[in-house]
């Protein structure tokens, strides 16, 4: 996310990670939209890799997302980088970022002759821009004539509504319809020399809005089961996050962050918690009563043993035989002579 300010790049940071790291149903579905894929939700595993490599200045440099989907144990990877102003350069680190993850992937690779697999990508840009294409393109030329053209699909994410988020399965993308508003507000502001005039409190007081929209939706979508208290969760999060964000820096109206911030505490109520515990609590039983069994069934095997030790001293057989014919201790054995 180079380009942007520090505090814009750290908050989108936070945000994407927060918002990615979903249940895998809500994860597998967005990814299917993203990449036109037709994964299967209880067939595939979800796991998120590396994105920090070394430059060739020996600087770390950072992608967003990398993930990779594993089907019938055949793995899948992809790269996601969010934007939110056009960047000239974006096609030459999207190249190095692919090229990184590509050679560390073929550390892997058992093959006589190496093998490089860039990464499925995709820049997803928020703020509309009409330089931005909908693919971004770079032609390598080898010395030997030999010509490649690199291609990276973009997301026009001012293009879609919730609407149309919603309707692709593209639920952890919501919260971003706020951060949209961001270019209109920085638009005003330049326009009356960073005054907060009316105007810009209006567009605040729109993307309060928004936010009031967008987490309904999400209450909606968790009343349907299509995401999970967890997924709510980051979700509202990400919505006070983000609304925070634009009214401190555009509108600074506290009442504002407070209102934002009761609504979301209001949506996820006292019942999708208790829910939420309640499956905890579910899956620590299942938990307890797998580790009892094997508690039981290694006490059983025990016990088995000391048994026969004690026919086979009955017997009058030797102390080493026993032991090798039950695998107790010496010292457990003994034992049972008292």
């Known amino acids: 996310m180079a380009k942007d300010g520090v ?8 945000v994407l990670k927060s918002l990615f790291n979903v249940s895998k149903k809500v994860l597998v579905q967005m990814m299917n ?49 969010l934007q939110t102003k056009n960047d000239s350069t974006m096609i030459i680190r999207m190249f190095e970022y692919g090229f990184k993850k590509a050679k560390e992937l073929a550390k ?18 928020i703020e509309q821009n009409k330089n931005i294409k909908d693919e971004l393109k770079m032609r390598l030329v080898f010395p030997d004539g030999q010509e490649v ?31 949209k508003l961001r270019y209109k507000m920085d638009s005003i502001k330049r326009k009356n020399k960073n005054t907060i005039t009316k105007e810009l409190l209006d567009t605040v007081i729109e993307a309060k809005e928004v936010a009031e929209i967008i987490a309904k939706e999400a209450k909606e979508l968790y009343d349907k089961e299509e995401m999970d208290g967890e997924d709510l969760h980051k979700v509202l999060l990400a919505i006070g996050n983000l ?11 506290k009442n504002l962050d407070e209102e934002v911030k009761a609504m979301t505490k209001t949506l996820y109520d006292p019942e999708v918690e208790k829910r939420g515990i309640e499956k905890g609590i579910e899956k620590g039983i299942e938990k307890g009563i797998e580790k009892g069994i094997e508690k039981g069934i290694i ?7 000391i048994a026969i030790a004690k026919n086979l001293i009955g017997l009058g057989l030797n102390i080493d035989k026993i032991v090798e014919a039950t695998k107790l201790s010496r010292e457990e054995i003994e034992k049972l002579y008292n």
């Open 299 to 305: 006490k059983g095997k025990i016990e088995m043993q």
């Open 108 to 125: 892997y690779e058992q093959s006589s002759e190496t093998i490089i697999h860039i990464p499925k990508q995709l820049v997803i840009f």
């Open 7 to 14: 505090e814009d790049r750290v908050k989108l940071d936070e």
């Open 243 to 253: 609304f925070e964000y634009l009214n401190d820096k555009y509108g600074n109206n």
């Open 33 to 81: 939209s993203l990449f036109h894929e037709k994964f299967e939700v209880e067939k595939t595993e979800v796991t998120f890799e590396n994105n920090e490599f070394i430059s060739d200045e020996y600087d770390i440099i950072r992608g967003d997302l990398f993930l990779k989907i594993s089907k019938d144990k055949k793995p899948y990877h992809y790269h996601i980088e």
């Open 149 to 179: 053209s690199y291609v990276v699909p973009v997301m026009k994410y001012w293009e879609y509504d919730d609407k149309k988020i919603i309707e692709e399965k593209m639920y952890p993308l919501l919260p971003l319809q706020i951060f």
